[in-house]
Nanobody, 120 residues
Framework: QVQLVESGGGLVQAGGSLRLSCTASGRAFDTYDLGWFLQAPGKERDFVATINFGDGRRTAYADSAKGRFTISRNNAKDTVYLQMNSLKPGDTGVYYC????????????WGQGTQVTVSS
């Protein structure tokens, strides 16, 4: 079992930056692939970024996040980050982190989410 807690959300002007953090409790954090997802108002939850288990050398991003967002992990701190730069109003919503065990197809564990609001 893994419990995930996000933090770092808030209100920011367009063009600004935020860094989201997600800290896990439980065991074997470094054996989990990790991801960030966004649920915009009135929309379904969408993929933003993912990072592989272990050394975190493999990452992938939604087209909307490429070049602006960076996902990273610190296994010593059981934490995954999402650095968000050049924020746009369309980035507004609740950001969730998620974890899945190595080889799993679907994300198994989810945090409660953190609100990000980007004003124009």
């Amino acid at each position: 079992q893994v419990q995930l807690v996000e933090s770092g959300g808030g209100l920011v002007q367009a063009g600004g930056s935020l860094r989201l953090s997600c800290t896990a409790s439980g065991r074997a954090f470094d054996t989990y692939d990790l991801g960030w997802f966004l649920q915009a108002p009135g929309k379904e939850r969408d993929f933003v970024a993912t990072i592989n288990f272990g050394d975190g050398r493999r990452t992938a991003y939604a087209d909307s996040a490429k070049g602006r967002f960076t996902i990273s992990r610190n296994n010593a701190k059981d934490t995954v980050y999402l650095q968000m730069n050049s924020l746009k109003p369309g980035d507004t919503g609740v950001y969730y982190c998620a974890a899945k065990g190595w080889g799993r197809s679907n994300y198994e564990y989810w945090g409660q989410g953190t609100q990000v609001t980007v004003s124009s």
